[in-house]
């Protein structure tokens, strides 16, 4: 016997996998060359020189342990006290080590973080669609109750009113993503202050902290000059998930971090909540080796120039061929319209052009499909007339 529910978690691919292992077939039936696989987030542009810079002098000037070794559960001290620097220089934070603690990347933060926060099956998260999916499951395992608001489909910011609604007093806390997956969208500073202002009067109304989680592995992902801030200037309770998947490309490393602020309500409370949680999972001293890494690459990004081209030749190739397609500011998804209500169909329809691109429907937002723009850019120009066909097939 196994747990009902795990079981079918496990036996269940997301669509996203679905689509990925479907074009692996393809690939092997019409080519390789034939198939335009958008449907996964697998950053495409590798990650910066200093990380097998990094990697080299560590493995060349420390000892085996030094590296390889355990560190403390909540990660290595230098590796904390330098991201806290890094920080504070960045943003002019007043952050010290203890305000971390080293994760296998963002999706380990959103869980520990969540376990921490977590009191009762009452509790309630929202969580603004188009959502990351994993969040539903995330909140579900840490024994909360998911609340979801519809996506704002005139901008994709977040729409107040709904999120007003939103908030009961069973209310714990709200998952945010900006650079946003599946959207693109970027929160802006107006977002930022009404939220704020929002769960500012809602705490007071309700005698309770809630709590803004800022889920941040987009973070260095954007365009035009645009800048993410520091979301605690904002608004005091956040909780910050990070995680270097994206920024410097590397997902299969597995390393991230979660940030308490000092000026979080009960922050030593909660940080000593997030060492809980993280030892219940099992989920203590994130990869060594990985840790000295990013604290040798602080303040480095993959080169963005190359996602922000793959950006400009999609937006403006299918733009004029006719999809609606929301404007993407950061991160490396483009989010379309289908081109008929059901973004399922659509997207059955796309592979019929051997174009794999995943319905909105599993991110909160049915009608609109994602397409993931880190691949390479002759795949993507090759792609355009299956977009034409799949185009003209509604016409
Ligand atoms: N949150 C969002 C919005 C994501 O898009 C992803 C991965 O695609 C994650 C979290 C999980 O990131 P990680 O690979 O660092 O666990």
Do not use: W
Not at 252 to 268: A, F, M, Q, T
Not at 341 to 351: G, I, Q, R
Not at 354 to 378: A, K
């Amino acid at each position: 016997m196994v747990s009902k529910e795990m079981y079918e978690l496990g036996a269940k691919r997301s669509v996203i996998r679905e689509l990925f292992e479907y074009g692996k077939q393809q690939a092997a039936i019409v080519g390789k060359e034939n198939v335009f696989d958008f449907s996964i987030g697998n950053p495409t542009v590798p990650a910066p020189e200093c990380v097998k810079e990094a990697m080299i002098e560590l493995l060349e000037t420390k000892k085996s342990d030094e590296i390889h070794g355990y560190t403390s559960a909540q990660g290595d001290i230098e590796v904390r006290k330098g991201l806290a620097e890094y920080m504070n220089s960045t943003y002019k934070s007043e952050l010290k080590a203890d305000n971390f603690y080293m994760t296998c990347g963002a999706a380990a933060s959103l869980c520990i973080t969540l376990k921490a926060l977590t009191v009762n099956s009452e509790d309630e998260f929202i969580i603004v669609a188009p959502y990351f999916p994993e969040y539903q499951i995330f909140i579900k395992s840490a024994g909360g109750k998911v609340v979801i608001i519809p996506a704002d489909t005139e901008d994709f910011q977040i729409n107040m009113d709904l999120l007003e609604k939103a908030i009961t007093p069973q209310t714990k806390g709200i998952i945010i993503n900006s650079p946003n997956n599946p959207s693109g969208v970027v929160y802006s500073e107006k977002t930022f202050k009404n939220l704020a202002d929002l769960l500012k009067n809602k705490s007071k109304e309700y005698e309770k902290t809630l709590y803004l989680i800022s889920d941040e592995p987009y973070r260095e992902i954007v365009y035009d000059d645009i800048q993410i801030p520091y979301v605690p200037s904002y608004y005091e309770n956040t909780i910050v998930c990070y995680s270097y998947s994206k920024s410097i490309s590397l997902p299969g490393e597995r390393i991230g971090y979660i940030l308490v602020p000092d000026c979080v309500e009960n922050s030593k409370e909660i940080y000593t909540a997030v060492c809980g949680a993280g030892r219940s999972f099992g989920y203590v001293c994130a990869p060594s080796l990985f840790q000295k890494v990013v604290l040798k690459c602080l303040g480095k990004t993959s080169d963005i120039g190359l996602y922000d081209a793959n950006r400009k030749l999609l937006y403006d190739g299918l733009s004029k061929m006719g999809y609606q397609c929301v404007r993407p500011d950061g991160a490396f998804y483009l989010f379309v319209k289908a081109l008929e209500e059901d973004a399922v169909n659509f997207s059955e329809n796309a592979k019929k052009f051997n174009l794999l691109i995943v319905p909105g429907d599993d991110f909160g937002c049915p009608g609109y499909v994602r397409i993931s723009y880190c691949v390479d850019p002759e795949m993507l120009k090759r792609s355009f007339d299956a977009f034409q066909k799949l185009r003209d097939l509604y016409k």
